[in-house]
T-cell receptor, first 116, second 110 residues
């Protein structure tokens, strides 16, 4: 079956603009995760969804970042008033389950965001 | 923030040799996973070892876990050029989110 897909694959935006990043998880996966990878910070967790609710938003770096998930499927990560430090690869992952006995996570190819 | 530290940061070996990467972490875990990343994009899951397991094998991969030392190692035997990638350990605790190590860049030359 299809894997996790993300769009766009690359996004260049001017400082101060808003951007939306999209993630289509594997069908039937209830858990969805957003991570980002930057040179200075490595791979870091942003937010995770169980169904449409987000029990853990602890990794969102500021209130300029928000995410939603609808229909237990597609998720959108929105960054408002982008800053140069937001430049990174944003990775989405999904998993069939969540909880203490975690399953492996399946990652999408990422969206490379460049803020100029 | 990173919970895990990996060493070496970079490793260069010849095809056919074995590659060993080490991961140390700070807090108790539920399981530890290893992922591979090619060209700085999506990660591919390699192997998962639970906190009550000490060793696990998958093909040419061997993972060990020592919870008393808070450390894990990944061994790739008989390496191939296609194994060239970055390798990350990732930990889960009571929450299911992954907390990644700093990564090891492996270069396998012919």
């Amino acid at each position: 079956g299809a894997g996790v897909s993300q769009s766009p694959s690359n996004k260049v935006t001017e400082k101060g603009k808003d951007v939306e990043l999209r993630c289509d998880p594997i069908s039937g996966h209830t858990a969805l995760y957003w991570y980002r990878q930057s040179l200075g910070q490595g791979l870091e967790f942003l937010i995770y969804f169980q169904g449409n609710s987000a029990p853990d938003k602890s990794g969102l770096p500021s209130d300029r970042f928000s995410a939603e998930r609808t229909g237990g499927s597609v998720s959108t990560l929105t960054i408002q008033r982008t800053q140069q430090e937001d430049s990174a690869v944003y990775l989405c992952a999904s998993s069939p389950w969540t909880g203490p006995s975690s399953y492996e996570q399946y990652f999408g190819p990422g969206t490379r965001l460049t803020v100029t | 923030s990173q919970q895990g530290e990996e060493d070496p940061q970079a490793l260069s070996i010849q095809e056919g040799e074995n590659a060993t990467m080490n991961c140390s972490y700070k807090t108790s875990i539920n399981n530890l996973q290893w992922y591979r990343q090619n060209s700085g994009r999506g990660l591919v899951h390699l192997i998962l070892i639970r906190s009550n397991e000490r060793e696990k094998h998958s093909g040419r991969l061997r993972v060990t876990l020592d919870t008393s030392k808070k450390s894990s190692s990944l061994l790739i035997t008989a390496s191939r050029a296609a194994d060239t990638a970055s390798y990350f350990c990732a930990m889960t605790g009571t929450a299911s989110k992954l907390t990644f190590g700093t990564g090891t860049r492996l270069q396998v030359t012919l």
